[in-house]
Antibody
Framework: EVQLVESGGGLVQPGGSLRLSCAAS????????MHWVRQAPGKGLEYVSA????????YYANSVKGRFTISRDNSKNTLDLQMGSLRAEDMAVYYC??????????????????WGQGTLVTVSS | QSALTQPASVSGSPGQSITISCTGT?????????VSWYQQHPGKAPKLMIY???NRPSGVSNRFSGSKSGNTASLTISGLQAEDEADYYC???????????FGTGTKVTVL
């Protein structure tokens, strides 16, 4: 059974940093592009970031570029999102999601077949 | 990033059918057969309901169906049930600089 479990969310002050993690199991993690999607309270889904299966290629939405860093450890089946210079507008539930394409050669997704349960990031002083 | 346009809310009585629209452009919905739909209950993660316009993942009820015409995709829920009350989001592959687009979301209410 495919499982994605996020952790690391919490309360952080504006300008602060936080590192989110997503533990994957039930599939060959190293074969899949992975993504982060967020959802502000009461709002819709917003695409955040992607990383290639080997970790060499990444993508960031303009809203987080230069402040967030996506990474993965295929030996530990984990996906991370290092968030810095956090702003009020970054407050959201952050979901990791699996790209449905195994061995994809491009980052741009078609859709996501599995999602984690999400972890809440609260940015407030 | 530009979002796909969905109605804010749709409602129906148990047993009825409802349809949710999702309007994009020729760079996303109209240009590719990679429209997907997600169901999200309050406090829960999104769940894939439809992929590639009209395909259902294993385990999803056949009461859910998808279609597309031009730049507009649609999700139809037939035989509406109380458990269908949730938010629904469409999404699409896009060739634009947006990289990936989600719909604005539709709240489905079962009367």
């Amino acid at each position: 059974e495919v499982q994605l479990v996020e952790s690391g969310g919490g309360l952080v002050q504006p300008g602060g940093s936080l590192r989110l993690s997503c533990a994957a199991s039930g599939f060959t993690f190293s074969s899949y592009v992975m993504h982060w999607v967020r959802q502000a309270p009461g709002k819709g889904l917003e695409y955040v970031s992607a990383i290639s299966s080997n970790g060499y290629t990444t993508y960031y939405a303009n809203s987080v570029k230069g402040r967030f860093t996506i990474s993965r450890d295929n030996s530990k089946n984990t996906l991370d999102l290092q968030m810095g210079s956090l702003r009020a507008e970054d407050m959201a539930v952050y979901y990791c999601a699996r790209d449905q394409r195994e061995m994809a050669t491009t980052l741009r997704p078609y859709y996501f077949d599995y999602w984690g349960q999400g972890t809440l990031v609260t940015v407030s002083s | 990033q530009s979002a796909l346009t969905q109605p804010a809310s749709v409602s129906g009585s148990p047993g009825q059918s409802i349809t949710i629209s999702c309007t994009g452009t020729s760079s996303d919905v109209g240009g590719y057969n990679y429209v997907s739909w997600y169901q999200q209950h309050p406090g829960k993660a999104p769940k894939l309901m439809i992929y590639e316009v009209s395909n259902r993942p294993s385990g999803v009820s056949n009461r859910f169906s998808g279609s597309k015409s031009g730049n507009t995709a649609s999700l139809t829920i037939s035989g509406l049930q109380a458990e269908d009350e949730a938010d629904y989001y469409c999404s699409s592959y896009t060739s634009s600089s947006s990289f990936y687009v989600f719909g604005t979301g539709t709240k489905v209410t079962v009367l």
